[in-house]
């Protein structure tokens, strides 16, 4: 009797070790999912939300490059603060003026920002629109020389 009670401990204590291990790789591999999934779903979100500007053509005669394009608020609007990381290729003192329009066509808003850049020479270009605007997914950023 005493060496069956002793079996079924040692095969209770080897059983729940198993377990154990098996709760822990399901975990390990569920945390695994988990941050895959938030990783692409971060880059969804990312891709869903970039603009690209569109250059006037006297304003890509400039050289001007254009790299990442951010929107923010500035503490009074919602979205309505544009940064848009600018390249010159050459010497560079313009006014610049930015132009939203919605999906529809529809102007949202309009506003100005000096770039003065040496060449070679990087920044983030920083528009500030009125607190009404807006800038979402499916705006239109347009550029040009003021």
Do not use: W
């Not at 591999?29 to 941050?35: H, I, N, S, V």
């Not at 970039?50 to 250059?55: E, F, K, R, Y």
């Not at 313009?94 to 040496?118: F, H, M, N, P, Y």
């Not at 983030?124 to 550029?143: A, G, M, P, Q, W």
Request: charged residues 20%.
């Amino acid at each position: 009797m005493y060496r069956f009670v002793f079996f079924c401990g040692i095969l209770c204590i080897s059983s729940c070790h198993r377990v154990e291990n098996v709760i822990e790789q399901g975990a390990e591999t569920a945390g695994k999912a988990a941050g895959s999934i938030a990783q692409h779903l971060g880059s969804g979100v990312e891709q869903a939300l970039s603009i690209n500007p569109v250059l006037s053509p006297q304003l890509a005669a400039t050289g001007l490059q254009l790299g990442k394009t951010l929107i923010n608020s500035d503490g009074e609007g919602t979205d309505n603060k544009l940064s848009i990381y600018c390249i010159a290729s050459g010497n560079t003192d313009l006014q610049i003026s930015a132009r939203v329009q919605d999906a529809k066509g529809q102007e949202l808003g309009r506003t100005t920002s000096r770039l003065q850049l040496d060449s070679g020479q990087t920044k983030y270009l920083e528009f500030f629109f009125e607190r009404y605007t807006n800038i979402d997914s499916d705006s239109k950023v347009f550029l040009d020389v003021q």
